[in-house]
């Protein structure tokens, strides 16, 4: 299958809302056909005598001249432009609201919808510029500005919008690589957006944002990606903590050149350390000669005093 047959979906997927029927048109109509009825019927009653049939006969012909009048009025919502033709001429955009055409030569081309409308669409087995095949889904936002060209220049503007943004899709697909889509998917909306805008202007619409919703890749090319996403990470990781090191060092070399300035501090150093050990409960302990002999000659525990203590008792 050909990756440029556009007939083999519908171009459209998302389906157009469903709208209630509006009755008010036809009881407006219903109501003047009944005044016109009233009114006709009082002024030419119904005949008592063969020789009245004649004016039976002219109200008749006024009500069904009203008939024809009502049956004229038109109406359109607040959104709805009626492109009006006259003898199959265009004459005029009518709406919103109650508007009147002439019986017999005018009659509605097309009703056109001018709000913001979203139109999703996909692309099926696209190549990117790295040669990786993939399914892109995309919506559309537009919106139609000036109804006498949508409807008068395109044959149907709403397949036009959506080819045109197929098109250029498969444009930005084909000219970029795949990580280009992971990672900066705003630049190929722009890119759409543009492309598609140029040409729709001439028309009568607006594009005003392409979204890219989803984009399917083969699931070989998958797990590679993940691998190469998992080896990402385990190398940032590795680096924060190299990072983390040099900051250790660098305030380990800082505090050492310190202690090696200030002995006070370096003795005050290990006896917190040694205090830390004796609160974490610790039968033995290991302590450099140095420290242990000073320790001992200073007195700091008390170990002199209670080895005396213990002599004492012993005699």
Known sequence: MSLFNFNAQPLVKNKPPKTRPDFSLFLLRLILLAIAAAVIFTVYPMPERPEDLAEMKTGIAIFLAVLILVSCIRKADEWERAIVLRFGKFRKVKGPGLFFLLPIADRIGQIVDIRIRVSDFSTQKTLTGDSVTVDVDAICFWLVWDPQKAVLEVENYVDAVVLSSKTALRNAISSHVLSTFLERSDIIERQIQEEVDKKTT?????????????????????????????????????????????????????????????????KLKILSILNEGLKAGNSMMLVPNSVAEELKTKDIFGLTALNELKKEEKK
Request: glycine residues 4%.
């Open 202 to 266: 001439e028309w009568g619409i607006t594009v005003l944002h392409i979204e890219i919703t989803d984009i399917q890749i083969p699931e070989a090319l998958q797990d590679s990606l993940s691998r190469v996403a998992q080896a990402e990470r385990e190398k940032k990781g590795r680096i924060l903590l190299a990072e983390a090191e040099i900051e250790i060092a660098r305030k380990l070399e800082e505090a050492a050149g310190i202690y090696s300035r200030n002995e006070p501090a370096m």
